[in-house]
């Protein structure tokens, strides 16, 4: 098991450094940030002190050095907009972003799971055909076109709901609608999969010859083993969180980390991009980490296997 944590650890944190390597390199190959907060029509003396003062006239290793040189040492930088800490702005914008993703993720899972597993157990049926209709609408429709259109619905025509803002929790419903409905189109079509997999096993024919009740041989027997491709998906959209709330949060003028990405990559502002990559590539990366250890959970063998092929 020690020896499968460290795998995982490890690949963990290859996977990061490269991902802020990679994001690096094509920041700094982008365009030029002193051209974009100063203008072209800036004189050359003020470009280059500003480039200067913000180290952008070293080399590009030597830039690549430095930046992970404070990284190790706390440090994430400063925004070229207001020199203010480029992490504590990131952190800021946060709790914006949880107020509609976590709930988001919860309607999701309350959804997306009990649909498809209620598509599974009446394949062919009514409820799985409306079940499956409904999950390939909501996984095709883009987030932003379903944003604009429950804005349309419930906003315009209806007048029931606000179109955008923040100051109030009604301005939150179609923000987490939006989130959530997507996400539970794709989890149900997930969860219908691996129970109509798992439901054609052998060892589930013999749990029912034994006797047991086939709500019984479900809930002991079927939907253990279907966690497993359920959980995959289930740790992506963990780490998807605040990735998938840019979107979102531009449709509806959300002040979350979402549009404060968008704006920051607009303005070319290196050290709060940086951050926000970082919380982001730490979140997917912990997100599967975890599903990690949940496979080695659930299926123990996992774990053994991975260590048998290290001792070999």
């Known amino acids: ?29 982008s365009g030029d940030p002193a051209m974009l907060i100063l203008s072209p029509d800036a004189p050359p003396e003020a470009i280059e002190a500003f480039r200067r003062s913000w180290g952008l006239d070293a080399s590009l290793w030597e830039q690549y050095l430095g930046f992970f040189m404070n990284l190790v040492q706390g440090n994430f930088g400063h925004s070229m907009r207001d020199r203010s800490p480029a992490m504590d702005l990131v952190l800021q914008h946060i709790p914006a972003t949880l107020a509609i993703t976590l709930p988001a993720f919860v309607l999701k899972l309350a959804i997306g799971i009990p649909a498809g597993v209620m ?4 394949r062919n049926s009514l409820i799985d055909r409306a079940v499956m209709s409904l999950s390939i609408a909501g996984h095709t429709i883009p987030s932003f076109v379903l944003g604009l259109l429950l804005v349309l619905i419930f906003a315009v025509t209806l007048g029931w709901l606000p179109s955008g803002g923040s100051t109030s929790w009604r301005h939150a419903i179609l923000p987490i609608a939006t989130l959530s409905l997507g996400g539970a189109a ?20 013999a749990a029912s010859a034994k006797g047991l009740v086939w709500r019984q041989v479900i809930r002991r027997h079927a939907l253990p083993n279907a966690a497993i491709p359920t959980i995959t998906i289930v740790g992506f959209m ?3 969180l605040i990735a998938g709330a840019v979107v979102v949060e531009s449709v509806f003028s959300w002040p979350g980390v979402g549009r404060l990405l968008v704006t920051a990559v607009a303005n070319r502002d290196l050290a709060v991009v940086q951050s926000l990559l970082l919380l982001v590539a730490a979140t997917m990366i912990a997100s599967n980490f975890i599903v990690d250890l949940l496979y080695g959970w659930i299926d123990p063998r996992l774990t053994r296997g991975n260590a048998t092929k290290a001792g070999a």
Do not use: D
């Open 1 to 29: 098991m020690s020896r499968y944590l460290l795998s995982r650890l490890l690949r963990a944190l290859l996977t990061l450094f490269l991902v802020l390597s990679f994001a690096f390199i094509i920041l700094r190959l």
């Open 238 to 240: 963990v780490g998807s």
């Open 119 to 122: 598509a599974a157990l009446h």
């Open 186 to 205: 794709v989890l149900a079509r997930f969860t219908r999969s691996a129970m109509l997999e798992v439901i054609g096993q052998p060892y589930i024919r």
